[in-house]
């Protein structure tokens, strides 16, 4: 159990690693962006796409990062008043919720990944960005590793019932 957790989470930690270089490009870019604009009346539209492109890794393969650190929104004041076994019951059922929605919003959005890839979508805009089906495949694996994630909280959660009960 212990093996299974800690690849989960060093898969988990390489993609939040990925989403925070994201961040690093975000910062970069839009400081670029900015001085483009306005110190040289240039303001190129791939650009522009680029950065809200960015944004899609960033919130899709941070939610599995964040919640593996705990930084998620929760009710502490209630959860706090719980002991032990209380805390990893709650954790079982709310790691196993998550694990549920992650796999079926990761399966929901396969066929709309899939049929942007078909049509080769890319932007609208003249001098947009091509192939967004890249940047809708963030939706499916953010999501399956939000769900992955759910899967090391469920045993975490696991072998917090155990450890109460022996």
């Not at 709310?94 to 399966?107: H, P, R």
């Not at 959005?109 to 963030?138: D, T």
Request: with cysteine; proline share 5%; net charge positive.
């Amino acid at each position: 159990m212990n093996k299974t957790i800690a690849i989960i989470e060093w898969l988990v930690e390489a993609f939040g690693g990925l989403a925070r270089l994201c961040v690093l490009a975000l910062v970069f870019l839009v400081a670029t962006n900015v001085i483009l604009r306005y110190l040289f009346s240039i303001g190129p539209v791939s650009l522009q796409e680029l950065e809200w492109h960015l944004i899609s890794p960033i919130a899709l393969l941070g939610l599995a990062y964040t919640m593996k650190h705990k930084a998620d929104v929760r009710v502490d004041f209630i959860y706090d008043r719980f002991g032990p076994r209380g805390r990893a019951v709650v954790d079982l059922v709310s790691a196993l919720l998550t694990l549920a929605v992650g796999l079926f919003i990761a399966k929901l959005a396969l066929p709309y990944v899939m049929q942007s890839y078909r049509i080769m979508e890319g932007s609208p805009n003249p001098g947009g960005l091509p192939y967004r089906y890249l940047l809708k495949a963030f939706i499916p694996l953010g999501f399956a590793l939000l769900a992955l994630q759910a899967v090391a909280n469920v045993l975490h959660a696991i072998r917090g019932i155990r450890s109460v009960e022996s």
